[in-house]
């Protein structure tokens, strides 16, 4: 079966720095790969999608690569800020119509 | 527009007895998913709803099962509580042929938090 491995350990920077969190699959490269966060308590929101035949998405001060020959993705954060600290979920598609989830990094940028 | 809503919000139950758990899609969804999120770790996923019927089931007992109504809410049932079913419950929505497979936005509500003690 597909697993997701994501740093379980929290990620800390400075404001103003770029966080960078690595999602590593197994398996079979998905067609799909998206991220989301989640703050204490809530739900999770939708981020980005990057599609296999993209290697990089952007979307304002986020970036996300996908490497199907290392079968990893990277998440990047601009010019962070004490607002972005979350935790971030990767997440796949499994069969037709659902998600695996990696466990999640939590960022905390310090002001 | 509201977006998925969820309820209850937070709720407590004794082991062995039986939780419904109701969510209601974002407007002009049809799609319905269920996911479990113990601490600290990611959301597994449950089942998905579509015209009434489940689609497709991931790796959990048949003490979980659920239904979804005319108007595309859904209901999520677990019977005979264990305390390991301690977690957030969430419910996703999306809109079909314009979900997973086109890799369009999934909304995910705030979920519900149930506690078996």
């Known amino acids: 079966s597909q697993k997701i491995e994501q740093n379980s350990e929290a990620l800390n920077i400075q404001e103003g720095k770029t966080a960078t969190l690595t999602c590593n699959y197994t398996n079979y490269s998905p067609a799909y790969l998206q991220w989301y966060r989640q703050d204490p308590g809530r739900g999770p929101v939708f981020l980005l999608l990057i599609r296999e035949n993209e290697k990089e998405k952007r979307k304002e001060r986020l970036k996300v690569t996908f490497d199907t020959t290392l079968k990893q993705s990277l998440f990047h954060i601009t010019a962070s800020q004490p607002a972005d600290s979350a935790t971030y979920l990767c997440a796949l598609y499994m069969g037709r119509r659902a998600l695996t989830f990696g466990s999640g990094t939590r960022l905390q940028v310090q002001p | 527009d509201a977006g998925v809503t969820q309820s209850p919000t937070h709720l407590i139950k004794t082991r062995g007895q039986q939780v419904t758990l109701r969510c209601s899609p974002k407007s002009g969804h049809d799609t319905v998913s269920w996911y479990q999120q113990a601490l600290g770790q990611g959301p597994q996923f449950i089942f998905q709803y579509y015209e009434e019927e489940e689609r497709q089931r991931g790796n959990f007992p048949d003490r979980f099962s659920g239904h979804q109504f005319p108007n595309y809410s859904s209901e999520l049932n677990v019977n005979a509580l264990l305390l390991g079913d301690s977690a957030l419950y969430l419910c996703?929505?999306?809109?079909?042929?314009?979900?997973?497979?086109?890799?369009?936005?999934?909304?995910f509500g705030e979920g519900s938090w149930l506690t078996v003690v």
């Open positions: 996703a929505s999306s809109r079909r042929g314009q979900g997973a497979l086109s890799g369009n936005t999934i909304y």
